[in-house]
């Protein structure tokens, strides 16, 4: 690992769950981990940069490369794309080390496609290894983690799901539902001290780098809405060791906060945030209409004042906070 100290983060006493930790940023996060001490299990199916078979020899390499340093790790050739196989990640730590501590769910696949002919197996495999793997195995999870009052969950979407992305439907789709489960686990899990995160990396991958070959393939253009991560011009994107010291940092013991969606490349660290603005109030809302709304718009889109929910209980209280309490006067919040 290049920069920072060993030994200011340790994790002797920590069992870490990877997926997708044969190639790429889950190898990166499934080395830094150990480095800090963390017995690691590095789950990798195998498949390809296409998404095609399944070769145990990934996940092997990293073992040897962590056992090689004088780590703990131990090799986990599951699927997570189905239950069982999501379950028995988790249940491989627990008859391995005993405990799961840290789990970054990092296993993915793409298939770019137009979303006009975008296929139901094309979109399903995705949802299925990014989404429905990373609730079941955070799922598997939660209750040992719940047991234990610890827990450390780190979710991988990508700023396609918060901004968009062409040639990607189907990937923008599941990281978006990821984001979602994200929030859910931060609010069941936080009274039991079970803290979930999201990064939003940009890194240069061999994945990434197919799945830009075809998006390029598919539109012909590396340019505006049809950019992707390695076409844009300006700083490289950073290297999949530069990404892990965020996810080490937030699968620490020293990190409380929770529920957050921090984007990280180019040589930038940021939290990426939902707001909603204080809107429009119409005086009787029973009887506005269509028009109203459009002629109102201005002022439903007016971000001088906005608040930063944190549930959807939350939000209900802004909606209360920002009604004008009579004729011309705000309410409770203020920019």
Not at 13 to 21: E, K, N, Q, S, W
Not at 146 to 174: C, D, H, P, Q, W
Not at 253 to 269: E, F, L, N
């Amino acid at each position: 690992m290049k920069g920072g100290s060993v030994t200011d983060i340790v994790m002797n006493h920590r069992t870490a769950v990877v997926t997708g930790a044969g190639n790429g940023l889950g190898r990166a996060y499934a080395l830094a981990l150990a480095e800090r001490g963390a017995a690691v299990v590095v789950n990798d199916l195998g498949a390809s940069t296409t998404d095609e078979g399944a070769d145990r020899a990934p996940a092997d390499e990293v073992v040897e490369e962590i056992r090689r340093s004088g780590g703990r790790a131990v090799a986990s050739y599951e699927s997570v794309a189905t239950v069982d196989g999501a379950r028995a990640v988790v249940q491989q730590a627990l008859d391995t080390f005993g405990s799961v501590d840290i789990l970054v769910n990092n296993a993915g696949n793409r298939r770019p496609s137009p979303f006009a002919v975008m296929s139901e197996d094309d979109l399903r495999a995705v949802l299925d290894t990014h989404l429905v793997g990373s609730y079941f195995v955070t799922q598997a999870a939660f209750g040992h983690m719940k047991e234990r009052n610890f827990g450390r969950v780190i979710f991988v979407s990508s700023n396609t799901a918060a901004f968009g992305g062409t040639g990607l439907s189907n990937y923008a789709t599941a990281k978006a539902g990821v984001l979602g489960l994200a929030r859910a686990v931060a609010l069941e899990g936080h009274e039991f001290g079970v803290i979930a995160n999201t990064v939003m990396p940009m890194a240069r991958t061999p994945r990434s780098q197919a799945a830009h070959g075809a998006i390029v393939g598919l539109s012909g253009s590396t340019t505006g809405q049809n950019a992707t991560t390695d076409s844009v011009e300006g700083p490289p994107p950073l290297t999949t060791d530069e990404v892990a010291p965020l996810v080490v940092a937030l699968s620490s013991d020293k990190w409380t906060g929770t529920g957050s969606v921090y984007s990280i490349g180019y040589g930038r660290i940021a939290e990426v945030f939902t707001a909603v603005t204080r809107g429009w109030y119409p005086s009787d809302p029973s009887s506005y209409g269509a028009q109203d709304v459009i002629d109102n718009l201005k002022a439903i889109r007016d971000r001088t004042e906005f608040g930063e929910p944190t549930s959807s209980p939350d939000e209900r209280q802004l909606i209360a906070a920002f009604a004008p309490r009579s004729a011309g006067t705000a309410g409770g919040v203020k920019s």
